[in-house]
């Protein structure tokens, strides 16, 4: 595999699955019970970014407003869905603030990774 493979695999890997791996753990864990606010908003914080992230990576890190607007409402929608019982869920406000954060982390990181990252890797 060439390097520029490796260093794909190893975003999706750190912006796509690990967000996702570590909202299953925190959702799933015990422990956090005693702190329902991490329980309910970390996981879905998380793999909001890493939908969002793996837009970007499809993309090349390019700002797709289309898609990023598809990814928004799509929250949004989720959301009402929940809210009106559609969906399985509690509908919350909170939720879609949380993946409204996690969606501009996600923004702010690819802007650093390409800028940072990928051009200064110009022979990948």
């Not at 799509?74 to 809210?83: M, P, R």
Request: net charge positive; charged share 15%.
């Amino acid at each position: 595999m060439n390097k520029r493979g490796v260093i794909l695999i190893f975003d999706v890997f750190i912006n796509a699955l690990l967000p996702i791996l570590i909202g299953v753990f925190i959702y799933r864990t015990s422990f956090v019970n005693e702190y329902p606010l991490i329980k309910s908003y970390i996981p879905d914080a998380l793999w909001a970014y890493a939908l969002a992230s793996s837009i970007f990576i499809i993309w090349n890190r390019d700002m797709n407003y289309f898609w990023l607007f598809i990814v928004i409402l799509f929250f949004v929608v989720f959301e009402i869905l929940q809210y009106l019982h559609f969906a399985k869920g509690t509908g919350d406000m909170w939720d879609v603030l949380i993946y409204l954060i996690a969606t501009f982390t996600a923004i702010i990181i690819n802007k650093f990774v390409k800028l940072y990252f990928y051009k200064t890797n110009t022979t990948l």
